[in-house]
């Protein structure tokens, strides 16, 4: 019959769809960079707002039938700023790589130069050099300079950097933004040490809190916007847990040029629906941010203590760890990150490979680097807590060190997940936290 090799992929990768949520149901999701959504954001997901265009801005759109999404995208980016105590929103970049060419755009030019955190210091890949095909380079042609950092306080190192910002301005190549924030962020960045110095440049601060938006809007980690940020960047699903997305705050002031930015920029639709998502994920984060993150950055502390307790060596030692969600381990005495990071995966743990702070300069690539690093947002949300944190130290001891079966590890992964089945800090939980919606 016609047609009928399209239906078998029809059948498959709606089957993959399946298998794929009860993996995850079995499993012990460790991604720094995920989270587990409420059932409400979910519904917002599904909604038919995700078929609609709204350009421009509430009220000036350039399209018919947006009353509804105009009411929700004002009350969003109202929740928004209540979150974040910021005068100015805008919630369509549709990602943190997008939230970050908003404010690349709106105030740099091509050929400007950004001091950046390196990547094995932390940086994101949308912070770097157009030679490794950063976003900030290869699409809005700025020169990247990195921060000199200090791998045994593992942040930005204060005083190191006034020196060469000042040598950049001997050399004519003053930075034109400055920016905080990364991927691999155990400690607050210095924002408050160096905004004022970076002022006096007329430098603008921008701070990336892609990983730590929802540590911050608990209260719980630093406050960019209070220290010295000018503007602020983020995904809205890394600790925030809202969907998919990106988020741009700042001071009435930089309104104008972000929202030129971001339409007609960088958007054209900008996944309405999961603006409407991020509206709720913010109402959430209002209502239950605090504790929530209070939960993540102790149990993080708890896996980290346990970590180093079954002979692990755990990054930012003579900090105590870790003051956010993540925790980084050399695993270098075992065998390398990517081996590490296979291993665990076949014992359903799901962590990622990690550079840290020596890698490229040992010769070690993103392939087979030094670390793994973990974090325990999405745990949090399922209901951890500290003897969930030991009881999963144990596991990957179990596979790392001690090299047992996989195989049989990962059935007993599966039991000790029955009971964290809901998700945790939002209104609504009766959907299971991985369940299957099938609507067909
Ligand atoms: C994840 C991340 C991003 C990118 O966010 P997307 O939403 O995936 O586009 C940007 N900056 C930092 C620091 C990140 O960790």
Request: proline letters at 4%.
């Amino acid at each position: 019959m016609a047609g009928s090799a399209y239906k078998n992929s029809y059948k498959k990768i709606l089957a993959d769809l399946v298998e794929h949520n009860k993996w995850f149901e079995n499993s012990i999701p460790l991604i720094a960079s995920e989270n587990v959504p409420s059932p409400a954001v979910k519904e917002a997901l599904l909604s038919d707002f995700g078929n609609r265009y709204a350009e421009g801005w509430p009220g000036e759109r350039v399209y018919a039938g947006c009353v509804y999404i105009d009411k929700v995208e004002v009350q969003c980016m109202d929740l928004a700023k209540k979150l974040y105590k910021a005068k100015f929103a805008d919630v369509r970049p549709i990602s943190g790589v997008v939230a970050n060419l908003a404010v690349y755009s709106a105030f740099t030019n091509p050929g400007d130069v950004m001091i950046a955190p390196s990547i094995p210091a932390g940086g994101h890949i949308s912070h770097g050099k157009k030679e490794h095909s950063g976003t900030a380079g290869l699409v809005h042609g700025l020169d990247i300079e990195f921060y000199p950092f200090d791998a045994e306080e593992m942040t930005i190192d204060v005083d190191k950097t006034k020196e060469k910002v000042e040598e950049l301005k001997k050399a004519n190549r003053l930075p034109k933004m400055a920016m905080f924030g990364g991927s691999l962020f155990l400690f607050p960045h210095p924002v408050k040490e160096l905004s004022d110095f970076l002022k006096s440049y007329n430098i603008h601060i921008n701070y990336d809190a892609a990983h730590v938006a929802g540590l911050i809007a608990g209260g719980q980690f630093q406050d960019p916007l209070r220290e010295g940020a000018d503007t602020m960047t983020m995904s809205t699903h890394k600790t925030l847990f809202g969907p998919q997305g990106g988020l741009v705050l700042g001071g009435e002031q930089h309104g104008e040029a972000i929202k030129k930015a971001t339409f007609p920029g960088l958007t054209s639709s900008h996944h309405i629906h999961h603006m409407a998502a991020k509206a709720i994920a913010f109402a959430e984060a209002l209502e239950f941010g605090k504790a929530y993150a209070k939960d993540v950055i102790k149990n993080a502390k708890a896996l980290a203590d346990a970590l180093s307790a079954a002979g692990f060596k755990v990054l930012g030692e003579k900090r105590g760890y870790t003051k956010s969600h993540q925790i980084a381990v050399n695993v270098l005495d075992y065998s390398d990150g990517g081996k590490v990071e296979a291993d665990l995966e076949k014992a359903n743990i799901i962590v990622n490979r990690q550079l840290i702070p020596g890698d490229i300069k040992a010769g070690r690539n993103y392939f087979h680097p030094g670390g793994i690093r973990l974090g325990v947002s999405e745990l949090t949300r399922l209901g951890m807590k500290t003897p969930e944190m030991k009881e999963i130290a144990g596991f990957i001891k179990n596979i790392v060190i001690e090299k047992k079966d996989p195989k049989k590890l990962a059935a007993k992964v599966k039991s000790f997940r029955k009971d964290y089945q809901k998700v945790h800090y939002c209104f609504d939980n009766k959907l299971g936290a991985y369940e299957y919606v099938k609507l067909r």
